[in-house]
T-cell receptor, first 113, second 109 residues
Framework: EAGVVQSPRYKIIEKKQPVAFWCNPISGHNTLYWYRQNLGQGPELLIRYENEEAVDDSQLPKDRFSAERLKGVDSTLKIQPAELGDSAVYLC???????????FGPGTRLLVL | DAKTTQPTSMDCAEGRAANLPCNHSTISGNEYVYWYRQIHSQGPQYIIHGLKNNETNEMASLIITEDRKSSTLILPHATLRDTAVYYCIVITGTYKYIFGTGTRLKVLA
């Protein structure tokens, strides 16, 4: 069974530029999560989707971050414009349903110069 | 949300058992304990979870104390590939994973 797929794996951009990350969850998983992981820290939840609906986005900085999950499968996380402090690893995870075990992708490492 | 406390780092000799403790003294009766690990430059990998009873799978064993205030993850025969950061997480009623800084386990040859 294929795991969670994320792309790109690495991205280097200049500040004020836009950037987007893509996630394809495990087939059949209804719940999808985006996390941000700063260096030396554990991941922090940004947003959780149940099917197409964002049910927990309280930690998403809405002035510059946006996310979508069209058709309840793939998801995209966007930052516009990026700031130096956005440099981090962005992780996507999925679970069959809320409360079930989450499975993580390899992450996208973002460096903002 | 229940908070977990783990040692910052531990060393273990290759081939020996690695015992990683976690304190979760504020855990509620219906909250599960999950363990993940993160090898450098990879996403967190699920290891095991439990509610009250001890659990074992092909990767590890999880021992939860009777009062549920602490648990221990046991890797029975640690290898160099087990070197990673290990996270203990208590899953709340809001289904949110709250990661701490974890325990950095180094397996020594």
């Amino acid at each position: 069974e294929a795991g969670v797929v994320q792309s790109p794996r690495y991205k280097i951009i200049e500040k004020k530029q836009p950037v987007a990350f893509w996630c394809n969850p495990i087939s059949g998983h209804n719940t999808l999560y985006w996390y941000r992981q700063n260096l030396g820290q554990g991941p922090e939840l940004l947003i959780r989707y149940e099917n197409e609906e964002a049910v927990d986005d309280s930690q998403l900085p809405k002035d510059r971050f946006s996310a979508e999950r069209l058709k309840g499968v793939d998801s995209t996380l966007k930052i516009q414009p990026a700031e130096l402090g956005d440099s981090a690893v962005y992780l996507c995870a999925s679970s069959s349903d809320r409360g079930e075990t989450q499975y993580f992708g390899p992450g996208t490492r973002l460096l903002v110069l | 949300d229940a908070k977990t406390t783990q040692p910052t780092s531990m060393d273990c000799a290759e081939g020996r058992a690695a015992n990683l403790p976690c304190n979760h003294s504020t855990i509620s009766g219906n909250e599960y304990v999950y363990w993940y690990r993160q090898i450098h430059s990879q996403g967190p990998q699920y290891i095991i979870h439990g509610l009250k009873n001890n659990e074992t799978n092909e990767m590890a064993s999880l021992i939860i104390t009777e009062d549920r205030k602490s648990s221990t993850l046991i890797l029975p025969h640690a290898t160099l590939r087990d070197t990673a950061v290990y996270y203990c997480i208590v899953i709340t009623g809001t289904y949110k994973y709250i990661f701490g800084t974890g325990t950095r386990l180094k397996v020594l040859a």
